[in-house]
């Protein structure tokens, strides 16, 4: 694909990107039902939502990595319904991405920069990974900090998506004592909507969701106090998990290996953070709605939620401490002390009262 | 002249000791204690509830003896006891609570709620806010011998009267008998009958026994009063008649609190264990019953009930036996409803029958012996103790009852065969 | 600081301060009070079966009789409310897991409806006495700051709970953090308010029990 061609596709509608791929109206009414329910939107909307995609133009999107691992594009990469091969030719145009771009060095930053001119006020920018603070050395790119890359990208960009928990909240790079002194987006850019799209990595379908929410009706999802799409963050794991029901009964594994755990009893007492974890992963699933983690036989450790990283052991169960309990002899000691402390000054009072005592007589009953 | 409030605190700080630190900090101000009390009960007024009539004394322990307590005070969080604040608790601690220790008997965190006021008696003695009533019985048991000023020429003239009626010789000053026998003043001056029932008794069942010119007198009015020296000077006039006749057992007369005052304070305020035992009559009646010497005749047809003096049942342990007794001699012997354990007092206990302005509240309270009468309808009230007995015919008079109130030892002694 | 942080904090450092003040209080109140100490008693002693601290700590559990109609609602009440706080503490799983990390010690738990069933009433139960201590006039008479301040500390673990595990008023998140803050509220007030009788109980009941068992009485 040359550069005229590349062009030409960027500016091309949903609908025309659609047929150059030869994807028939059919497949593409399918995709548009499906994202629909992603959306918990009426079944009805699939119609209105692929009139709107179809005209849709393909919005260009900058991805910036900064202090990330990776998983997050590992996890998109692994979207379906739509796809990422649907979501990058059909649906956006993905202008900039470290891992699935194939130009590199000065060409890479070319493209980066040309996709903000050409779209300057309309762009969007997703981001993964963290941004440290504490010294700006700890994570460039070409040279340039992460921070100073981001303000430049995201300045004339419509919306940030922070993927990731990193990004959204900080992620582990910010766990105690944070030594980059790493940052959630939503902290750096105040003056752009910015959706928080958490998880460690978040469901891949729940990125292209939010995407195809912001083609389809030009606007981005409702998000609560968290910054976090509604549709998606809007019920903890617990409620909707199918082990529930063991929860309520009181039937729990003790162990990882026991007949409990044979049986898919709830996982609470394994330390499951499902009941304190606003996700989708009940629900929509992952791999293709294959499993997910409690599915599988491993408790929710609430990778979406924000400091789930210092919220003490994976293995506790929230109703027991976070951290091994440090009150013990000191304690015990202080209180005893305490007692004998005042015993021994009230013994000292008592003695004086009786010390004090004057036989009574008849005489002194009389004041 | 040398009563004051410092004084008072002084002796509360002496008080406190543990079982009242935990009763204090037991208490969850349930109110149930109120329930228990007669004269909460009958006058529906809340400052009778028991545990608040210890609230002085509370505030002397929180500020004294916790830490808490001390810093609250310090910073002026918890106000210091006044002596206008004891002289309004003294018809509290006095007229409206006769030690009967129902209060105690249904606490549900188990406070000992009477045993705190005993100890609250002696801050209030010596902070001079004891009433008049029992300062004089105090006084009168001190200087002359006895509460209602009895001397011994009293009593032996008594003794004449009863060798008299009865033809039997009482004994006075003999040593080495098996029992000394006390009085309270109320036998010697209203029921001499009870005398008379004990000389025929010990004929009966063939026992030594003697009164004792110097410890003729069993009651306490110091104990009542809530003084530990006064009253260990009264009691000691007894621990010393019966070690000088070096008796085996002291018996305490129908009387409750002397009761308490011989058999369960006397050793503490003396100091030391006693060289005899000390029964209450009926505990003495019942072991000649439980022996088979008690060998009686005839039986009393008309219905008789049987009223237990708190000092001898709840606060002293004696409960079955005058029971046994009572049907030896009692065709028609019915139980007041919580009759027993749980008896209601007369109203008079713990020197609250000396306490002239207190009599109002007293009559007021007896409404409740009314009620447990009324439920049974005897024809004639036995009891074991003189002070009940008095206090008992004063609220019958009151509420124009007309019920004969008699002496349990008495009423056995009338059913023992004449020697032949 | 955020919900889950908020969380953590209560389940981490807030349980170990609470906890330690808990310790230090339970002990030096324990120690003060029963460092005072008393008088052995001279007086011969009358044994009777049944008359002793220990038969007192078990017996004073019922009302004696007659007691019940006099206060029934401090009673039923009080029974209720009681029973149901020891059901609602000890029986419920997540807080036999909490027990099971503290102390080591593993039993069965009821079913989590049980439980919740169990809350509603022990809440009832609260109320009840709340409203007779409103209206009696002699726990009105007697009431203080106290008393008031103990019954909401006391009411606060079950309503928030109750609360949490029904996704009401706040984010369960959130309201589960409360749900322990307020626990932790409890220990912390617990030894130095009238609360700490959970404790003194015994103590009391068993001094009662024993001067009177001296005396061959069975209170």
């Given at each position: ?367 | ?213 110097e410890a003729f007198e069993a009651t306490n009015a110091g104990m009542q009063i809530g003084n530990s020296d006064l009253a260990r000077v009264i009691v000691s006039r007894v621990v010393a008649g019966a070690e000088k006749l070096k008796v085996k057992t002291v018996i305490s007369p129908e009387c409750g609190h002397a009761y308490t005052a011989l058999r369960w304070e006397g050793a503490n305020l003396i100091g030391r264990p006693f060289t005899f035992k000390v029964q209450h009559i009926v505990e003495t009646l019942e072991e000649f019953r439980a022996a088979g010497l008690l060998k009686l005749e005839g039986m009393e047809t008309d219905r008789l009930s049987f009223h237990d003096p708190c000092q001898l049942a709840r606060r002293g342990g004696v409960i079955q036996p005058q029971r046994n007794l009572m049907k030896m001699v009692a065709k ?89 | ?219």
């Amino acid at each position: 694909m040359d550069l005229l061609e590349y062009r030409a596709t960027r500016t091309k509608t949903v609908g025309e990107a659609l047929e150059q791929h030869g994807i028939d109206r059919r497949d593409f009414l399918k995709l548009c039902a499906a994202m629909a329910t992603l959306l918990a939107l009426p079944a009805s909307a699939a119609e209105q939502l692929a009139v709107a995609l179809a005209k849709a133009r393909r919005p260009s999107v900058i991805w910036l990595s900064f202090q990330e691992c990776t998983g997050c594009t590992e996890s998109l990469t692994r979207s379906h319904s739509p796809s990422l091969e649907s979501l990058i030719f059909d649906m956006i145009s993905l202008d900039y991405h470290h891992t699935l771009q194939a130009a590199s060095g000065e060409a890479a930053e070319a493209a980066r920069e040309a996709a903000m001119k050409e779209n300057a006020g309309k762009y969007l920018v997703a981001v993964d990974g963290s941004v440290p603070m504490g010294n700006p050395g700890y994570s460039t790119i070409a040279g340039v900090a992460n921070i100073d890359v981001l303000r430049e990208t995201a300045k004339d960009a419509a919306a940030i998506l922070a993927v990731g928990t990193c990004a959204a909240y900080g992620g582990l790079p910010a766990a105690q004592p944070n030594p980059t002194g790493a940052v959630a987006i939503s902290e750096l850019i105040k003056d752009k909507p910015v959706v928080n799209i958490p998880g460690c990595p978040p469901i891949p379908t729940v990125i292209t969701g939010v995407i195809a929410h912001y083609l389809a009706f030009g606007a981005l999802p409702e998000l609560d106090a968290l910054g976090r799409p509604k549709a998606f963050y809007g019920e903890t794991i617990h409620d909707r998990c199918y082990r529930r029901p063991f929860y309520d009964q009181g039937k729990f594994a003790e162990t990882f290996d026991d007949e409990g755990a044979r049986r898919g009893w709830c996982l609470f007492k394994l330390g499951c953070k499902g009941p304190v974890t606003y996700n989708a992963c009940a629900t929509m699933k992952w791999n293709g709605g294959v499993s997910f983690p409690i599915q599988s036989g491993h408790g929710c450790i609430g990778c979406s939620e924000p400091n789930f990283w210092d919220a003490g052991g994976f293995y506790e169960a929230l109703s027991m401490p976070a951290h091994p309990l440090k009150v013990g002899a000191a304690a015990a000691a202080a209180g005893v002390a305490a007692g004998a402390a005042v015993t021994f000054f009230n013994r000292k009072k008592k003695g004086a009262a009786k010390a004090g005592h004057e036989t009574t007589t008849l005489e002194d009953l009389e004041r | 002249m040398s009563a004051s409030l410092d004084k008072g605190v002084r002796v509360l700080k002496e008080m406190i000791d543990a079982p009242i630190a935990s009763y204090f900090s037991s208490c969850v101000h349930c109110g149930i204690c109120a329930e228990a009390c007669l004269f909460y009960t009958e006058t529906g007024d809340p400052k009778y509830t028991p545990i608040h009539k210890l609230e002085p004394m509370r505030r002397i322990y929180q500020q004294e003896y916790t830490l808490l307590g001390r810093l609250a005070k310090m910073v002026g969080l918890s106000k210091s006891v006044t002596d206008e604040e004891l002289a309004e608790w003294q018809e509290l601690v006095y007229n409206s609570c006769t030690l009967c220790g129902r209060c105690s008997a249904v606490c549900p965190v188990g406070n000992d709620i009477v045993y705190m006021v005993r100890k609250m008696r002696e801050g209030m003695s010596a902070a001079g806010h004891a009433p008049e009533g029992i300062k004089g019985a105090v006084t009168r048991t001190i200087n002359i011998g006895s509460p209602m000023g009895v001397k011994l020429p009293a009593v032996k003239a008594q003794m004449k009267h009863i060798e008299a009626d009865t033809g039997i010789a009482i004994p006075l000053d003999q040593e080495g008998v098996e029992y000394m026998v006390t009085l309270s003043s109320m036998e010697i001056i209203n029921f001499p009958e009870y005398l008379g029932a004990i000389a025929k008794v010990m004929r009966h069942v063939g026992r030594t026994w003697t009164l004792s010119s110097e410890a003729f007198e069993a009651t306490n009015a110091g104990m009542q009063i809530g003084n530990s020296d006064l009253a260990r000077v009264i009691v000691s006039r007894v621990v010393a008649g019966a070690e000088k006749l070096k008796v085996k057992t002291v018996i305490s007369p129908e009387c409750g609190h002397a009761y308490t005052a011989l058999r369960w304070e006397g050793a503490n305020l003396i100091g030391r264990p006693f060289t005899f035992k000390v029964q209450h009559i009926v505990e003495t009646l019942e072991e000649f019953r439980a022996a088979g010497l008690l060998k009686l005749e005839g039986m009393e047809t008309d219905r008789l009930s049987f009223h237990d003096p708190c000092q001898l049942a709840r606060r002293g342990g004696v409960i079955q036996p005058q029971r046994n007794l009572m049907k030896m001699v009692a065709k028609d012997f019915v139980e007041m409803p919580d009759a027993g354990y749980m008896n209601w007092c007369c109203g008079g206990g713990g020197g609250a029958s000396s306490i002239e302005e207190g009599e109002e509240l007293r009559l007021e309270a007896f409404k409740r012996k009314k009620r447990q009468l009324d439920a049974v309808k005897p024809d004639r009230l036995v009891t074991a103790c003189a002070n009940c007995r008095i206090v008992l015919e004063e609220g019958l008079e009151h509420y124009k009852m007309n019920l004969p109130v008699v002496g349990l030892t008495e009423t056995i002694a009338e059913h023992i065969p004449d020697p032949e | 600081m955020g919900e889950l942080q908020f969380l953590t904090w209560v389940r981490g450092s807030g349980l170990n301060l609470a906890l330690t003040i808990f310790v230090v209080g339970v002990l030096w109140r324990l120690i003060e009070i029963y460092g005072l100490g008393r008088k052995k008693d001279l007086s011969a002693s009358r044994s009777t079966p049944g008359a002793s601290g220990w038969a007192t700590i078990l017996r004073r559990s019922l009302p004696p009789p007659g007691m019940l109609p006099a206060s029934p609602v401090s009673y039923i009440g009080g029974y209720v409310f009681h029973v149901g706080l020891a059901v609602v503490v000890f029986l419920f799983a997540p807080h036999i897991a909490l027990l099971t990390s503290i102390a080591g010690v593993v039993w069965p738990a009821l079913p989590s409806q049980v439980v919740d069933f169990v809350t509603v009433v022990t809440m009832a139960a609260m109320i009840a006495v709340l409203v007779d201590r409103l209206f009696k006039p002699v726990k009105r008479f007697l009431s203080t700051f106290g008393d008031w301040f103990t019954w909401t500390l006391t009411f606060l673990p079950l309503l928030t709970g109750w609360l949490a595990v029904h996704h009401l008023l706040l984010p369960y998140t959130l309201m589960l953090a409360v749900h322990i803050l307020s626990v932790e509220l409890l220990l912390v007030f617990l030894p130095f308010t009238k609360l700490f009788h959970a404790f003194t109980v015994f103590g009391s009941r068993w001094f009662n029990g024993a001067v009177n068992g001296h005396k061959g009485v069975p209170v």
